[in-house]
T-cell receptor
Framework: DTAVSQTPKYLVTQMGNDKSIKCEQN?????MYWYKQDSKKFLKIMFS???????INETVPNRFSPKSPDKAHLNLHINSLELGDSAVYFC???????????FGEGSWLTVV | DAKTTQPTSMDCAEGRAANLPCNHS???????VYWYRQIHSQGPQYIIH???NNETNEMASLIITEDRKSSTLILPHATLRDTAVYYC???????????FGTGTLLAVQP
């Protein structure tokens, strides 16, 4: 009954590959997010969707493409993976843009 | 772009209260103070938030100064499981972004 769940939890892949991380929330929230935490532990917002509409798009390479098939899901697709993409990616959700944000447990991506 | 200043690290004895300070001198009238923590290898966990009044929940208390330029998160009886990085975040404005700074590493000692 995890509120915000991400799959896979761990992913090791080679440079140049394309991979996806899936996120689902069962909280009935309207807004979902992707955050990235790099090796220096800085947590940075990447994207935010509200009712399936993109509302925040930070300076992220266009190799990263979020997709929201419905309000409960926000998947992150990454093309042509690079070594620098190695990080922990956190999905999160909130009732709306102004309410408390709840995070998933993270997906550890390692590009070799 | 973090609008808060926190000590890099703090220690606290198990069973004692942990008081984590945060400065947010440029906070605007409609911005909230949020606290999250991140235990090693886990996702950020929401603790508490407030606008100008002090707040308390089952996890912690939040004391905000009258001028709102600083606040203190209080864990009344720290346990070893409270060892984590604690983030104080000012949130509001048009986008309501949650922007994390470097936080305070709280080490609870036995």
């Amino acid at each position: 009954d995890t509120a915000v769940s991400q799959t896979p939890k761990y992913l090791v892949t080679q440079m140049g590959n394309d991979k996806s991380i899936k996120c689902e929330q069962n909280l009935g929230h309207d807004t979902m997010y992707w955050y990235k935490q790099d090796s220096k532990k800085f947590l940075k917002i990447m994207f935010s969707y509200n009712n399936k509409e993109l509302i925040i798009n930070e300076t992220v390479p266009n190799r990263f493409s979020p997709k929201s098939p419905d309000k409960a899901h926000l998947n992150l697709h990454i093309n042509s993976l690079e070594l620098g993409d190695s990080a922990v990616y956190f999905c999160a959700s909130s009732q709306d843009r102004a309410n408390t944000i709840y995070f998933g447990e993270g997906s550890w991506l390692t590009v070799v | 772009d973090a609008k808060t200043t926190q000590p890099t690290s703090m220690d606290c004895a198990e069973g004692r209260a942990a008081n984590l300070p945060c400065n947010h001198s440029t906070i605007s009238g409609n911005e909230y103070v949020y606290w999250y923590r991140q235990i090693h290898s886990q996702g950020p966990q929401y603790i508490i938030h407030g606008l100008k009044n002090n707040e308390t929940n089952e996890m912690a208390s939040l004391i905000i100064t009258e001028d709102r330029k600083s606040s203190t998160l209080i864990l009344p009886h720290a346990t070893l499981r409270d060892t984590a990085v604690y983030y104080c975040i000012v949130r509001g404005g048009a986008t309501n972004k949650l922007i994390f700074g470097t936080g305070t590493l709280l080490a609870v000692q036995p």
